[in-house]
């Protein structure tokens, strides 16, 4: 077992003596042996370790009787990714360095240092303000949706976008750098996660999250923390469980296939809806969409070559700079030649367009 785990004999002895990973039972000559149940728990116990969680922590989360191994293993794939993210920004980073330095320009010591340990959104968050900004026509529906809530919680808050100026709003925001962007006499902002809400059980009359679910560490957890701390939820998230998504949408079917690896593991828009007790609804998108989400210019193609534009969405980031590149580099390609217009002719007489953006409302 000591082997398979690439842990020592030691370190499994101390386990088992601090109650973490109890062998299910003892051979004749005396050795621990580990049954399937005892293997799960001991992958989790060490995935968690690999994580940087420390023994109480671990012990915290693997004794969580609301806890089953699914759960677990969206949890783990959630972290797991951030700190992909984490890393991808960092490269991305220091590929900018790089060609910044082979064109003899330095940067400057407090750049230096801004790449290491950063999230992924400090590494995108400052282009925020110029590109994301609340869509009128989306606002209407979400706003429609909280009802006649009075309360509202606004998880994954950001800058303040999509928040009703006319109701009471308690945001919540993990990033320094999105607080740090919220506009004077935006509504108080707390720094917490959405799986651990620091309120009580129905504190809010609804609870909101625009764009925000896919950046989760555990996207079900957070939905069902929505679900305690309010009496009406309402999500404005992405569907990537329907047969062909990939192909909805020229950006990703033509140009950065890779985004489909960005969603592997993703909760279906079922398992979703079901988290919070809801229903989903189809959103579209207009053709002139004041927010700069991925998706917002499939009408508008050129936008996606402005560097601007890319560096406000996650999805730049987590591709890595070598796809971006491609996908860029050809759709500059495309364009100039004529082919995007003919490949994607239909588009043009569309106001709206139905790219799988959902909203959950319970």
């Known amino acids: ?34 049954s399937p149940d005892d293997v799960e728990r001991l992958r989790e116990v060490l995935a968690y370790r690999r994580l940087g969680f420390g023994l109480r922590e671990v012990a915290d989360l693997v004794d969580d009787p609301n806890t089953d191994a699914v759960t677990h293993l969206h949890r783990l794939r959630g972290l797991l990714v951030e700190q992909r993210d984490r890393a991808a920004a960092t490269v991305t980073a220091i590929d900018r360095e790089l060609e910044a330095r082979a064109m003899g320009i330095r940067t400057t010591p407090e750049e230096q240092l801004k790449v290491f340990g950063a999230r992924l959104y400090e590494a995108i968050g400052s282009a925020y303000p110029a590109t994301r900004r609340t869509e009128p026509r989306i606002a209407a529906r979400i706003w429609e949706a909280l009802g006649d809530a009075r309360t509202v919680l606004n998880v994954g808050a950001g800058t303040g976008s999509y928040e009703p100026q006319d109701r009471e709003v308690t945001a919540v ?6 607080r740090a962007q919220r506009p004077a006499g935006a509504a108080p902002c707390v720094a917490a996660s959405a799986e651990r809400l620091p309120f009580a059980d129905q504190s809010f009359d609804a609870a909101m999250a625009v764009s925000t679910v896919h950046h989760w560490p555990d996207p079900i957890a957070g939905l069902r923390e929505l ?44 398992d979703m809806a079901h988290a919070i007790g809801g229903r989903a609804e189809p ?30 969405v996650s999805v730049w980031t987590r591709v890595g700079p070598q796809a971006e590149q491609r996908a860029v580099n050809m759709l500059r390609d495309d364009l100039s030649s004529g082919r995007w217009a003919e490949c994607n002719r239909d588009l043009v007489a569309l106001d709206a367009a139905e790219l799988g953006l959902r909203l959950l409302v319970a």
């Open 227 to 270: 679900k305690r701390v309010a009496r009406r939820v309402v999500v404005f998230t992405y569907d990537a469980s329907t047969t062909g998504w990939l192909q909805r949408f020229w950006l990703t079917r033509d140009y950065l296939p890779e985004f489909a690896d960005l969603l592997v593991g993703w909760p279906s828009l079922a």
């Open 173 to 178: 925001e993990p990033s320094a750098v999105m």
């Open 1 to 34: 077992m000591a082997e398979l785990a690439g842990v020592s004999v030691r370190t499994l002895h101390h386990y088992d003596e601090i109650g973490l990973v109890h062998p299910s039972a003892r051979t004749a000559s005396g050795y621990r042996a580990y």
């Open 283 to 312: 959103v579209l998108i207009p053709w002139d969409c004041a927010d700069g989400f991925f998706e917002a210019h499939w009408r508008r193609p050129e936008a996606y070559l402005d560097e601007h534009v890319r560096r406000a």
